[in-house]
Structure formats: structure tokens, C-alpha cells
């Protein structure tokens, strides 16, 4: 597959929150709004489960829908985003650290015509959110 067809990158931020906690914030869809400024509102047509779907609104009003095609609590979950021919999936994944702390990455990879541009559009806020969420987890288990 050409570079134009496929694109993927990963970002990962440290944190010394627990992946129980990492995991709720995951979990609480709803919430995503409050430490993901590329987020106007989000819902579960269902459970935090493979298959549900979900609708995602930007800021700008623009509506995603989007499939939670793996969830593997606490470790991870892949939701996945077709847009005519192309197609988005972004993979959350939280992982032990020797130093008893763990990485939060999320890794997008996209299929498709333009995938290149897509990938970097679509992942160009992933570092501003990671931080935001490792400094939410982290304030929530100070409290």
C-alpha cells in the first residue's frame, strides 16, 4: 500500500495515575468534553463494549460516529471511524512501566485516499490531550 493510502503514528504521555483510573476516564464518555478540547459532547448508544457505536460532536458541530471495535479493559480499547473509503482507528492503550508508573498511547492509523493528511489532522491534538487526561487522572487519585 502506498504512503499516500496508509498513514499511522503513535503519541504517549507518563503518568503516575493507575490504570484503573486511566480507565474511567476512558470509560466516562461523556465526560471526554472535559479534558478533550476536540470534543464539544460524546454518547454511547449502548455499553462500553466491542460493537456499540458512538457519536462524537466537534467543536465546530461537525457529528462522527464512530465503533468501539475492541475494548480490552483495562489495557485498551480501538474505536474506529469510516469516512466514505477511509478509514480511522485509533487505538488508547495503557501499559506498566518498570518504574511502577504507565504509559498512555494513543496510536491512529488510517486507510485511505490522503491518509497522510488525515492522520496528521486528526492526531495534531493527541499530545495537548494526553497531557490534559494524565493531569485530570493524576488530581483525581490526589484527592
Known sequence: MS??????????????????????????????KDWN????????????IQGTWMTM??????????QLVEVNEPNGFTDETRLGDI??????EISALPNGNHSIAYTID???????????????DFPDVLRALVARAESAESK
Open 3 to 32: 504512503d499516500a493510502m496508509h498513514a499511522t503514528a503513535t503519541y504517549s504521555q507518563e503518568t503516575s495515575a493507575s490504570a484503573a483510573t486511566i480507565w474511567a476516564f476512558f470509560e466516562a464518555v461523556t465526560d471526554w
Open 37 to 48: 478540547a476536540g470534543v464539544y459532547s460524546c454518547a454511547l448508544d449502548g455499553p462500553f
Open 57 to 66: 460532536v466537534l467543536p465546530d458541530q461537525e457529528v462522527i460516529r464512530s
Open 87 to 92: 478509514t480511522v482507528r485509533v487505538r488508547h
Open 110 to 124: 488510517v486507510v485511505g485516499e490522503g491518509a497522510k493528511d488525515i492522520c496528521d489532522q486528526v492526531s495534531s
